[in-house]
């Protein structure tokens, strides 16, 4: 898989200054190397890391019969979302050469039958919190790409998706009024990130009630939060940063001047003058470890979560290039090392060179 260590420096050069249309646009070239991380494992059973409650010996079966839809690349998790990395690349570039193979490694994927299995699944005893709150925003996500892409196809897989789709919104819906605190960590189960995905998700799919349970919640979680402690991160295997993942799912739910006003008191070191200094991107020591992997997924979504910040500031705001300039410095940072060299990393980490490359986080 070393012919893909190219990939970051071919999308490295497509970064440039914050601006509302694509500053970044993700050419064919990049797409096709980042597809082929995500084609390589959505259907590579082993290696398989499950998160698998059993209730007796008959539990005790293979990833592909537990998860027919969501059973490669090496988790179910990073599954779904190679799975959304096909459909926006397929959906972006469907002339691409590596397009038919994503369409096809779709099509095998998200049939009824495979997504009943999962709907099973989900609903075996003792599996309330599978995937909660990560791996199911990611289905959302998944659903959302799948409901914007305006082809018979994807219509077709969005129908299928639908069961486990209102599944995943469900678990939600009943986890939010009983979730007394908001979970601040760095890797899956931080609620910040995926409250953003979920919310955007609810745009998509014109859910008014999933919009307006999460306003009100994440309001109660975040609104009174100061002096977020970003001198503290990373923690050593963070792959989402607590502080920025934050303030991007606010700027979601707060109006531009509110958020200038509650990010003045959430970050208050964030320059005004553009210096790109001000947050330095992660070292990673070793590349072959899973969780030590981690802070190169941590330099993208920085990235994305820098960028969402300035996008929900006021345009004559200065400090809009500060967070820019840094997104700028963890993208060059992360960017090369999105390579399939290591499995490790390559399983899941050209999601996260997608997501922001293709600006998705700000529904582009």
């Known amino acids: ?18 601006q509302p249309a694509p500053a970044q646009a993700l050419d064919s070239a990049a797409a096709g190397r980042f597809a082929a991380l995500a084609l390589d494992c959505v259907h590579r059973e082993y290696p398989n890391k499950i998160a698998h409650v059993m209730q007796s010996d008959a539990d005790a079966k293979p990833p592909r019969e537990l998860t027919p839809a969501f059973y ?11 799975h959304w990395l096909l459909a926006r690349l397929a959906r972006l570039f469907p002339d691409a050469p590596f397009a038919e193979d994503a369409r096809n490694a779709l099509a095998r994927s998200l049939t009824p039958a495979n997504i009943a299995g999962e709907v099973r699944y989900l609903d075996g005893a003792g599996r309330i919190s599978f995937e909660r709150p990560y791996g199911l925003a990611w289905l959302l996500q998944l659903a959302a ?16 998706l639908t069961p486990l789709e209102s599944i995943a919104a469900d678990r ?7 979730l007394d605190y908001p979970i ?37 979680y975040y609104l009174p939060d100061r002096r977020c402690q970003l001198s503290y991160e990373p923690s050593g295997q963070d792959f989402l940063s607590p502080c920025l993942a934050e303030a991007d799912l606010m700027r979601r739910v707060l109006a ?13 070191e964030i320059p005004a003058d553009g210096r790109p200094g001000w947050l330095a ?27 969402g ?12 290039k500060a967070l820019q300039a840094a997104a700028t410095v963890h993208a060059n940072a992360a960017l090369p090392a999105v390579t399939g060299e290591y499995y490790e990393g390559g399983h899941w980490l050209g999601t996260f060179a997608v997501y922001l490359t293709s600006r998705a986080g700000l529904g582009l």
């Open 281 to 307: 991107p992660a070292t990673v020591t070793d590349r072959s470890d899973p969780k030590l992997a981690h802070l190169d997924g941590l330099n993208l979504s920085r990235a994305w979560m820098l960028q």
């Open 184 to 220: 601040r960590v760095g890797e899956h189960s931080q609620t910040a990130f995926a409250f953003g995905l979920v919310s955007d998700w609810a745009v998509v799919a014109k859910d008014s009630a999933m919009q307006q349970l999460l306003d009100t919640r994440v309001r109660a």
């Open 145 to 160: 790409e799948l409901r914007t892409w305006d082809t018979d196809s994807a219509r077709q897989w969005s129908n299928a």
């Open 309 to 320: 910040v300035a996008s929900g500031l006021p345009a004559r705001d200065p400090r809009r």
């Open 72 to 82: 490669g690349c090496y988790d179910w998790h990073s599954s779904v979302h190679a």
């Open 172 to 178: 939600f819906r009943t986890w939010l009024p009983k």
């Open 1 to 18: 898989m070393k012919q893909y260590t190219a990939i970051g420096m071919a999308a490295i050069g497509l970064l440039g200054a914050f």
């Open 256 to 268: 531009e001047e509110e958020f200038a006003e509650w990010l003045s008191s959430f970050l208050p």
